[in-house]
């Protein structure tokens, strides 16, 4: 694990890792584990946040919330991770009406493992901070960004970034610009004809 933690980089292979978990669709506790997804050609977007019964936390948890469905339309599962226990999550989710209509796999990493895996523990306090990562269906980490405890993240742009993910997937010569939104946006193709050229192939 100490040549393991806080290694991993964006196209790197993540290694397996398992999570005890509680599952609000189900209102179960079961264990999900990262070859169990990319077995099933799932997509997996890791959201790592500070701790249950925080305040940024339930209003990222209610904006997943609002787009989990289209995450599973893409074929990708949302887990939510933090060192709390699973009995901690199904108190969080059950009390907290922001989390009302949380479906998605909440992971308990209270050994954090996984947790310092991705570089977002912090020893200093036990927490984590909010850390975001895409992985593809091969177990490639495609996706990375951290940000500080005070900072809520916007969802449209994770859901935005799984989009591309999952166009350029099946579309590798392309690349997808600033502003692309969705399929049928404009991509470039780059070449040497695209040097200098950027602008009238986007305009």
Same mark, same amino acid.
């Given at each position: ?8 980089r ?20 079961? /264990?999900?584990?990262l =070859?169990?997804?990319t +077995?099933?050609? *799932?997509?997996?977007?890791? %959201?790592?946040?500070p701790?249950?019964? @925080?305040?940024?936390?339930?209003t990222?948890? /209610?904006a997943?919330? =609002?787009?989990?469905? +289209?995450?599973? *339309?893409?074929?990708a599962? %949302? ?5 709390? @226990? ?10 907290e ?21 991705f570089?977002?523990?912090n ?27 005070n900072l ?6 994770v859901?935005?970034k799984?989009k ?20 049928g946006d ?5 070449s ?5 050229k ?6």
């Amino acid at each position: 694990m100490d040549d393991m933690c806080c290694s991993l980089r964006v196209g790197q292979q993540v290694p397996d890792f398992k999570l005890e978990t509680y599952e609000p669709a189900k209102g179960q506790f079961a /264990e999900v584990s990262l =070859e169990d997804l990319t +077995e099933q050609g *799932k997509w997996v977007v890791l %959201v790592f946040y500070p701790a249950d019964f @925080t305040f940024v936390c339930a209003t990222e948890f /209610e904006a997943i919330a =609002e787009r989990y469905e +289209e995450f599973k *339309k893409l074929g990708a599962e %949302v887990i939510t991770i933090s060192t709390d @226990t699973k009995f901690v999550h199904l108190a969080w989710q059950r009390d907290e009406k922001s989390l009302a209509n949380v479906k998605h796999i909440m992971g308990a990493d209270h050994t954090a493992y996984v947790s310092r895996l991705f570089g977002v523990y912090n020893e200093a306090n036990g927490l984590d901070l909010r850390g975001t990562f895409i992985i593809s269906p091969d177990g490639i980490l495609l996706n990375s960004e951290i940000n500080f405890y005070n900072l809520g993240r916007n969802f449209d742009e994770v859901l935005r970034k799984l989009k591309a993910n999952t166009y350029l997937s099946k579309h590798g010569e392309e690349a997808c610009p600033a502003k692309w939104q969705k399929d049928g946006d404009k991509t470039l193709k780059p070449s040497a004809d695209l040097v200098g050229k950027v602008f009238e192939a986007l305009h």
